[in-house]
């Protein structure tokens, strides 16, 4: 009775996927494979929220998974996103292109999410859901 006991025990302890660094990647797939039923733990070695270096525009594409995962609304109900529909490049020649997405194609093509914002959304989101799943390593 007692190696049974113990032998569930160890078995709930196993996941069927380890993923190294709770960033847009980690925790994204995260997200997906929990859903899917898989038992999933993540690792992350800094303690969230993070400064992280970055322009913080999110796509379009990145938007419509932030949607499903409910983070968008969240984050816009909020007001910590800004959406820019003006954007583009300038050369070190000073060769620009610069348009406006909303007059070509009538909607704003990116958001501007600050990162620490949005990773600790995805925080939150991942502890609500499943909570034993964040296993912090610091
Ligand atoms: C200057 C700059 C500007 C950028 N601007 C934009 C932009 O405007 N829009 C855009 O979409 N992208 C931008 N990017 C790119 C964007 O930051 C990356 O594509 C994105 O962060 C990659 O996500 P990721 O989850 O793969 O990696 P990361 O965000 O780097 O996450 C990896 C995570 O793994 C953790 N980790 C690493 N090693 C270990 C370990 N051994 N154990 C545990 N945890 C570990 C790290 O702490 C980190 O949290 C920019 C990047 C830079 C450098």
Request: charged share 30%; glycine share 8%.
């Amino acid at each position: 009775m007692a190696t049974k006991t113990k032998l569930s025990k160890l078995k709930s302890d196993v996941c069927d996927v380890c993923i190294v660094g709770a960033g847009p990647a980690g925790s994204s797939t995260a997200y997906y494979l929990a859903k899917q039923g898989k038992n999933v733990v993540l690792l992350e070695k800094e303690k969230f929220p993070r400064r992280k270096i970055c322009g913080d525009a999110v796509s379009l594409r990145a938007q419509m998974h932030l949607e499903r995962m409910g983070v968008l609304q969240e984050i816009l109900e909020e007001k910590k996103g800004r959406w820019a529909a003006v954007g583009g490049l300038v050369s070190p020649r000073r060769i620009s292109y610069i348009d406006n997405s909303a007059q070509e194609i009538g909607s704003h093509l990116m958001i501007a999410i600050k990162r620490e914002i949005l990773d600790e959304k995805w925080l939150e989101l991942l502890n609500k859901k499943e909570r034993n799943w964040l296993k912090n390593i610091k």
